[in-house]
């Protein structure tokens, strides 16, 4: 029973799936039901698997081509996987239980529950998976589902348009993944995680091959955990239902590119100029999506740049070989970034779909339970202790710290920005006047979906103590400078509330006006640029191609060439006997001299 335990786990959502598309697609209550249990009873399997000490599974052999290649359909329990499953399940649960209130008077209903589960079923499989092969399969099926997912809504344009965007920049980077998956395989002679760890010394003895396969490894991390410069499809993903964004952005999605690197670290941390481009790019993706933040006014938009940045430093973290501090901070981000979406989700329903916070206002004494809980997500986020975020953010900047020195810098300014953009957000949306006819009638959210908000806040407070403090942040002595990070971190995010309070308090408009941070650094005008002019180009060149080399030279030349040896033969066709026996008679006179005289 044991080993068949994660078996079940896995094909419990797909199982649901399959019910709701072929037995109960017209009848959204009854595929809701179907789904939510399901995903219920995910989490208690998954709590199970936690809580045994030795969990094996069965491993089937699918692919076996002696010696070449071995594939098995096999799965990893280890501490980080265990983790990994409570943490999805349990997260993905809650959404779940929310979407019944969310979504209870949606028509697409069952196909909705029907996405969801088989969202779930693609993530728990790159969670399992014991091998790339495995893992790039559930890869890729997290891309179709979050691609129907973002774009359930696909009658209005802006929805499909997002959903088109997170798939194409995702096969971006999930290019460079299976091209770095060939590298590994022609190199080791496997692709199972425990095999290719044992046979690295083939590998580190080139170290320009193994940064190479280390950093295309890193493209399929960058597309789905949304780094710069495949950062753009994340933001657009908010046009998909609240709940979507709350799962994609806390513990699936997004999250499977960090625990990807993490899993593979063996791979990664032999890579010396692999980290370094890792943790760069972390920082700026940071930094970048922090400043960004600053000035966006849809509330949705605003969590989806924290996301960003909240990634870049646990991409940093990876980068400066300290995978314990990015998972880490990932299981405090999933609770507190879950609740403030499903928070934004409450304000969006009870607002009419109202997402602008400059059309908010004074909510606080209208959605108690809502601030107050969406308040504890502020609070975690931004590294207020003693909540969770102060103390797995504080174990990235202490890396930071020993590590890279201008990194850290970079981390303790993006705090600062974090403190700014989040308290901005809380005044302008929950306090002052109320700026719109439904902001000053708001009223609280069914507690469908106020229960998940009040769940969520307890991990959202205490996931920094115990186990995961004493695991992930030991205290440093006392001649070491990382003690001095809680003083610089807290310093940072007190400096961010003042200057926000300082700026937005009772603020009908925002004073801050900057144009690129509005318009997001000009990235979509840029890709939009490349795309189109690339195209044109590219169709140019198609053209002349088929024109002068296809069709001139190709099809026209050849029928030009029959054509023109046709005539020819023609010339020697006259119908006459006498010439015929002239041109043999010239044939024959011809052979002699050749084969006699020559």
């Given at each position: 029973?044991?080993?068949?335990?994660?078996?079940?786990?896995?094909?419990?959502?797909?199982?649901?799936?399959?019910?709701?598309?072929?037995?109960?697609?017209?009848?959204?209550?009854?595929?809701?039901?179907?789904?939510?249990?399901?995903?219920?009873?995910?989490?208690?399997?998954?709590?199970?698997?936690?809580?045994?000490?030795?969990?094996?599974?069965?491993?089937?052999?699918?692919?076996?081509?002696?010696?070449?290649?071995?594939?098995?359909?096999?799965?990893?329990?280890?501490?980080?996987?265990?983790?990994?499953?409570?943490?999805?399940?349990?997260?993905?649960?809650?959404?779940?239980?929310?979407?019944?209130?969310?979504?209870?008077?949606?028509?697409?209903?069952?196909?909705?529950?029907?996405?969801?589960?088989?969202?779930?079923?693609?993530?728990?499989?790159?969670?399992?998976?014991?091998?790339?092969?495995?893992?790039?399969?559930?890869?890729?099926?997290?891309?179709?589902?979050?691609?129907?997912?973002?774009?359930?809504?696909?009658?209005?344009?802006?929805?499909?348009?997002?959903?088109?965007?997170?798939?194409?920049?995702?096969?971006?980077?999930?290019?460079?993944?299976?091209?770095?998956?060939?590298?590994?395989?022609?190199?080791?002679?496997?692709?199972?995680?425990?095999?290719?760890?044992?046979?690295?010394?083939?590998?580190?003895?080139?170290?320009?091959?193994?940064?190479?396969?280390?950093?295309?490894?890193?493209?399929?991390?960058?597309?789905?955990?949304?780094?710069?410069?495949?950062?753009?499809?994340?933001?657009?993903?908010?046009?998909?239902?609240?709940?979507?964004?709350?799962?994609?952005?806390?513990?699936?999605?997004?999250?499977?590119?960090?625990?990807?690197?993490?899993?593979?670290?063996?791979?990664?941390?032999?890579?010396?100029?692999?980290?370094?481009?890792?943790?760069?790019?972390?920082?700026?993706?940071?930094?970048?999506?922090?400043?960004?933040?600053?000035?966006?006014?849809?509330?949705?938009?605003?969590?989806?740049?924290?996301?960003?940045?909240?990634?870049?430093?646990?991409?940093?973290?990876?980068?400066?070989?300290?995978?314990?501090?990015?998972?880490?901070?990932?299981?405090?981000?999933?609770?507190?970034?879950?609740?403030?979406?499903?928070?934004?989700?409450?304000?969006?329903?009870?607002?009419?779909?109202?997402?602008?916070?400059?059309?908010?206002?004074?909510?606080?004494?209208?959605?108690?339970?809502?601030?107050?809980?969406?308040?504890?997500?502020?609070?975690?986020?931004?590294?207020?202790?003693?909540?969770?975020?102060?103390?797995?953010?504080?174990?990235?900047?202490?890396?930071?710290?020993?590590?890279?020195?201008?990194?850290?810098?970079?981390?303790?300014?993006?705090?600062?920005?974090?403190?700014?953009?989040?308290?901005?957000?809380?005044?302008?949306?929950?306090?002052?006047?109320?700026?719109?006819?439904?902001?000053?009638?708001?009223?609280?959210?069914?507690?469908?979906?106020?229960?998940?908000?009040?769940?969520?806040?307890?991990?959202?407070?205490?996931?920094?103590?115990?186990?995961?403090?004493?695991?992930?942040?030991?205290?440093p002595h006392a001649d070491d400078p990382r003690h001095l990070v809680p003083i610089f971190a807290t310093g940072a995010m007190l400096l961010g509330v003042i200057a926000a309070f300082l700026l937005y308090r009772n603020r009908e408009h925002d004073p801050i006006s900057l144009?690129?941070?509005?318009?997001?650094?000009?990235?979509?005008?840029?890709?939009?640029?490349?795309?189109?002019?690339?195209?044109?180009?590219?169709?140019?060149?198609?053209?002349?191609?088929?024109?002068?080399?296809?069709?001139?030279?190709?099809?026209?030349?050849?029928s030009g060439a029959t054509w023109g040896f046709g005539s020819l033969l023609r010339l020697v066709q006259v119908g006459n006997l006498q010439a015929y026996s002239f041109i043999f008679g010239l044939g024959i006179v011809g052979f002699i001299y050749f084969t006699v005289f020559?």
């Amino acid at each position: 029973m044991t080993g068949a335990l994660p078996w079940y786990l896995l094909l419990l959502p797909l199982i649901s799936a399959v019910t709701i598309l072929l037995v109960t697609r017209r009848s959204g209550g009854v595929s809701s039901i179907v789904s939510v249990g399901a995903s219920v009873l995910g989490f208690i399997f998954s709590c199970l698997i936690f809580a045994s000490p030795n969990t094996s599974a069965l491993e089937l052999t699918w692919i076996d081509i002696k010696p070449l290649l071995h594939v098995p359909l096999g799965f990893v329990l280890d501490q980080l996987s265990k983790t990994m499953l409570v943490l999805v399940t349990g997260v993905g649960a809650l959404i779940h239980i929310y979407s019944l209130g969310y979504m209870r008077d949606d028509a697409g209903k069952a196909r909705y529950f029907a996405s969801l589960s088989f969202f779930m079923f693609s993530m728990l499989g790159i969670v399992l998976a014991n091998n790339f092969v495995m893992m790039f399969i559930f890869w890729e099926l997290v891309g179709v589902s979050s691609y129907l997912l973002i774009g359930h809504w696909f009658e209005r344009d802006s929805a499909a348009d997002a959903a088109n965007k997170a798939f194409l920049t995702n096969r971006i980077g999930d290019f460079g993944f299976m091209l770095g998956i060939l590298m590994i395989w022609a190199s080791t002679g496997s692709i199972v995680f425990h095999e290719v760890a044992d046979r690295m010394a083939t590998i580190t003895a080139h170290p320009g091959y193994l940064t190479a396969a280390a950093l295309l490894i890193f493209c399929g991390a960058a597309g789905k955990s949304a780094q710069f410069p495949l950062h753009v499809w994340l933001p657009d993903a908010m046009e998909g239902p609240t709940p979507i964004s709350a799962l994609i952005h806390a513990a699936t999605m997004v999250a499977a590119g960090v625990y990807m690197l993490v899993r593979v670290s063996f791979l990664i941390q032999a890579a010396p100029v692999a980290l370094t481009v890792i943790a760069w790019i972390g920082g700026i993706t940071a930094l970048m999506a922090a400043l960004i933040a600053t000035q966006q006014n849809d509330i949705k938009r605003i969590l989806a740049y924290s996301t960003l940045s909240q990634l870049g430093y646990m991409v940093m973290a990876v980068g400066l070989a300290s995978g314990d501090a990015a998972m880490f901070h990932l299981f405090t981000h999933a609770f507190f970034k879950a609740l403030l979406f499903l928070g934004a989700g409450s304000i969006i329903v009870m607002l009419h779909h109202e997402q602008n916070i400059w059309k908010m206002g004074a909510l606080a004494g209208k959605l108690r339970i809502t601030f107050l809980t969406f308040l504890f997500g502020t609070l975690a986020l931004i590294g207020c202790p003693p909540f969770s975020g102060f103390f797995s953010k504080d174990a990235i900047l202490a890396v930071a710290l020993a590590r890279s020195t201008p990194l850290f810098a970079i981390a303790l300014f993006t705090a600062f920005l974090t403190a700014f953009y989040m308290l901005r957000l809380v005044l302008v949306v929950f306090f002052g006047k109320a700026r719109s006819e439904h902001a000053a009638h708001g009223k609280e959210s069914p507690l469908v979906m106020t229960g998940p908000l009040l769940v969520l806040a307890i991990p959202a407070l205490l996931a920094g103590f115990g186990f995961f403090a004493k695991a992930f942040l030991p205290v440093p002595h006392a001649d070491d400078p990382r003690h001095l990070v809680p003083i610089f971190a807290t310093g940072a995010m007190l400096l961010g509330v003042i200057a926000a309070f300082l700026l937005y308090r009772n603020r009908e408009h925002d004073p801050i006006s900057l144009g690129i941070l509005r318009r997001r650094f000009y990235f979509d005008e840029l890709y939009a640029w490349l795309i189109r002019n690339t195209q044109e180009l590219l169709a140019s060149i198609s053209a002349f191609f088929d024109r002068w080399i296809i069709d001139v030279g190709g099809v026209r030349g050849a029928s030009g060439a029959t054509w023109g040896f046709g005539s020819l033969l023609r010339l020697v066709q006259v119908g006459n006997l006498q010439a015929y026996s002239f041109i043999f008679g010239l044939g024959i006179v011809g052979f002699i001299y050749f084969t006699v005289f020559r």
